[in-house]
């Protein structure tokens, strides 16, 4: 079974006449190890997209079966324990400026099992290491380029094994070199592991370096490809 399987979501913001769909009958299914960015213009309804396959709002019409679990009349509950299995990265890293990079990274598996914390700051390390990291371990995030920060939160999102990542804009505050590096480490992990990747970006300099690309307009999927012709990335 894939890990995001979308069938027919529609959603609308507001009510009465203000009421506007910002999603149109949308299908897609992402496949285990696969990177599909999501790209589209401003308000074509890719954010929204991506937080109703995090679960992070309730769905209204149409079915999204995420990670097995059908989203479509979920309860609350049933959300807070499906968003415990995805690995989310934001533009904004959202890491804690006072804790060290481990320590951020060690976060993300406090609720899972009780792991006794030289396990969780040892799992950490392991994964910083894997995304060069492994000199940075004991830095805050302020003593780290941005692309480094955004290592760290790659590092956070993978760490407790997610079946699936969830990425929103995360090269946008980076330079060119560092967000291909980012974006690449990404994928590689996520390949290794079986980890399917949905990836929202306006940025074009990462378009090649998925397994799809998908192209939102007005709420509606316009166009499903795989990245233009080029040397294998
Ligand atoms: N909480 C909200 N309440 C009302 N309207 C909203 C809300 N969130 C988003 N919208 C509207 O829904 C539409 C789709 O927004 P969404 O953020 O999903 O688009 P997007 O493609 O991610 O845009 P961007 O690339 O600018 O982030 C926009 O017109 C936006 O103004």
């Given amino acids: 079974m894939h890990p995001v399987t979308l069938e027919g979501v529609t959603y609308s913001y507001g009510s009465g006449e203000l009421r506007r769909a910002v999603l149109r009958d949308v299908s897609l299914t992402v496949a285990e190890g696969e990177i599909v960015l999501l790209t589209g213009p401003s308000g074509s309804g890719k954010t929204t997209l991506l937080t109703l396959i995090g ?28 968003r415990r299995r995805i690995g989310f990265i934001f533009q904004a890293h959202n890491l804690l400026g006072f804790l060290s990079a481990r320590q951020n990274v060690a976060m993300a598996l406090e609720t899972e099992a009780k792991l ?27 003593q780290l380029s941005g692309g480094q920060r955004q290592r760290v939160a790659v590092a956070r999102a993978l760490v407790a094994s997610p ?22 480490q ?26 799809r690309v998908v192209s939102m307009e007005d709420g509606r999927i316009v166009s499903a490809n795989r990245p233009a012709e080029g040397p294998a990335a």
Avoid: F, N, W, Y
């Avoid at 209204?60 to 979920?74: I, M, T």
């Avoid at 006794?116 to 995030?141: S, T, Y």
């Avoid at 990404?186 to 397994?211: E, F, N």
């Fill in 55 to 82: 679960a992070l709002r309730a769905m209204q019409q149409g079915s999204a079966r995420v990670l097995g679990r059908e989203l479509q009349g979920a309860s609350e509950a049933a959300r807070v324990a499906l």
């Fill in 116 to 142: 006794p914390e030289r396990q969780r700051l040892a799992e950490a390390d392991r994964m910083l290491a894997a995304v060069g990291l492994a000199e940075h371990l004991h830095k805050a995030p302020g």
């Fill in 163 to 184: 079946g699936l990542v969830l990425a929103d804009e995360p090269t946008a505050a980076l330079d060119k070199a560092s967000g291909q590096e980012v974006v690449r």
């Fill in 186 to 211: 990404l994928r590689d992990l996520a390949r290794s592991r079986g980890v399917a990747i949905l990836l929202v970006t306006h940025d074009p300099r990462i378009l090649d370096i998925a397994d």
